[in-house]
């Protein structure tokens, strides 16, 4: 069983950055591959981005490449999430998820969840 806790949501003007982290509760979190997600008020939830279990291979949605990064610390039990130039169309709840496939947007290839963090861009 993996738990998983998002923080670093918050209230930011467009054009500033947000670092949003993922931490995990069990040591086998670095054999997992990790995504981020994430739901808008009215919208199904989407992928944002996902990093290998060792960090070597990452993937983003078009909507957020150049902009957003995803790395992970093994050793901390963490993810994270570079957000820079966001934008207002970026606010939503953001989540991560954990799981040992490959099939970055389909989610119900993942196996664990977080609850999510409220990120709002102002325009």
């Known amino acids: 069983q993996v738990q998983l806790v998002e923080s670093g949501g918050g209230l930011v003007q467009a054009g500033g950055s947000l670092r949003l982290s993922c931490a995990a509760s069990?040591?086998?979190?670095?054999?997992?591959?990790v995504g981020w997600f994430r739901q808008a008020p009215g919208q199904e939830r989407e992928f944002v981005a996902l990093i290998s279990w060792g960090g070597r291979y990452t993937t983003y949605a078009d909507s957020v490449k150049g902009r957003f990064t995803i790395s992970r610390d093994n050793a901390k039990n963490t993810v994270s999430l570079q957000m820079n130039s966001l934008k207002a169309e970026d606010t939503a709840v953001y989540y991560c998820?954990?799981?040992?496939?490959?099939?970055?947007?389909?989610?119900?290839?993942?196996?664990?969840w977080g609850q999510g963090t409220q990120v709002t861009v102002s325009s």
């Open positions: 069990a040591r086998t979190f670095s054999g997992f591959n």
């Open positions: 998820a954990a799981t040992t496939g490959w099939s970055p947007d389909v989610e119900t290839g993942y196996d664990y």
